[in-house]
């Protein structure tokens, strides 16, 4: 049985445009109070369960709004490597859904590392690009001295311990981490950002306009490749976040910005 909101959108065809499934398997911790080593549901695995796993996705599959690329039904695994024996479980995935009548599966999983391991050896079709790593690149003291430039920043930051980066340093940052990969990797833009609420300490924020999305949209889409499946192909971006409230990262309609960023990506993508 799909979860109660899941039932909803299947029973009653609405919100009527695409969407698709990400996996969140990972454990459950009080992260959002400032206490990521305090776990309140540990994710676990059961072999015996793959095929119920994929029945479960089945009917969401099946519906016409989910989004495909050919007759292919797209899902992404938060973290795919930490499945126990991911080719055996994945390839499973590919031949139940061929015997359901998809033509198999396009599988994208989040690429947490720097360096990711080759789509190959983890049985997926692409990585999706995460800020993490590219952040990941800017030194402590790089994070630093920017907020001791003036007495007032100074005084932000022994208040807040909190680190401010630059829209347009993120998308360079961002623009890089792709260049230095030698793997496929749908790109990423990141609409605006602010864990400070979720981290305290060693977070990051960043404000950016729809002038500032914009550009980092294009030259996500700049850098999109060409995900295939056995009868179609598509090229694909990743926007952080529709409405990701709880660290600021919208585009859907505000009383900030109004429809200035839905706009923005019109502009970008038609």
């Not at 797209?74 to 055996?88: G, R």
């Not at 479980?89 to 198999?104: D, F, I, T, Y």
């Not at 971006?237 to 960023?261: F, K, L, Q, R």
């Amino acid at each position: 049985m799909l979860p109660d909101v899941v039932d909803a959108i299947l029973n009653d065809g609405e919100p009527d445009f695409p969407f698709f499934f990400c996996w969140a398997n990972h454990d459950w911790t009080l992260a959002w109070q400032g206490k990521p080593e305090v776990t309140t549901w540990k994710q676990e695995y059961d072999e015996s369960r793959v095929d119920d796993h994929f029945f479960w996705l089945l009917e969401a599959f099946n519906d016409g709004r989910y989004f495909k690329i050919g007759e292919s039904p797209v899902v992404a695994i938060y973290d795919p490597e930490a499945i126990p024996a991911i080719l055996t479980v994945l390839g499973r995935w590919r031949e139940l859904a061929c015997q359901s009548g998809h033509s198999g599966l396009v599988i994208l999983g989040i690429a947490h590392s720097a360096s990711p391991r080759p789509t190959s050896e983890v049985g997926i079709d692409a990585w999706v690009q995460a800020a993490g790593p590219a952040l990941n690149t800017i030194s402590t003291w790089h994070r630093i001295l920017p907020e001791l430039m003036t007495p007032g920043r100074m005084w932000r930051f022994l208040r807040y311990r909190d680190y401010h980066i630059g829209s347009h340093r993120l998308s360079s940052l961002l623009k890089k981490s792709r260049a230095d990969l030698s793997t496929l990797q749908v790109p990423l833009a990141i609409s605006s950002w602010n864990n400070v609420g979720r981290r305290h300490r060693r977070a990051w924020y960043f404000v950016s306009d729809s002038d500032e999305f914009e550009s980092s949209l294009r030259d996500a889409c700049a850098d999109a490749p060409t995900i295939h499946s056995s009868d179609g192909a598509r090229r694909l971006v990743a926007i952080n976040a529709w409405n990701e409230w709880g660290e600021s990262m919208t585009v859907e309609p505000s009383h900030e910005h109004g429809d200035a960023m839905l706009s923005a990506m019109h502009r970008v993508l038609g």
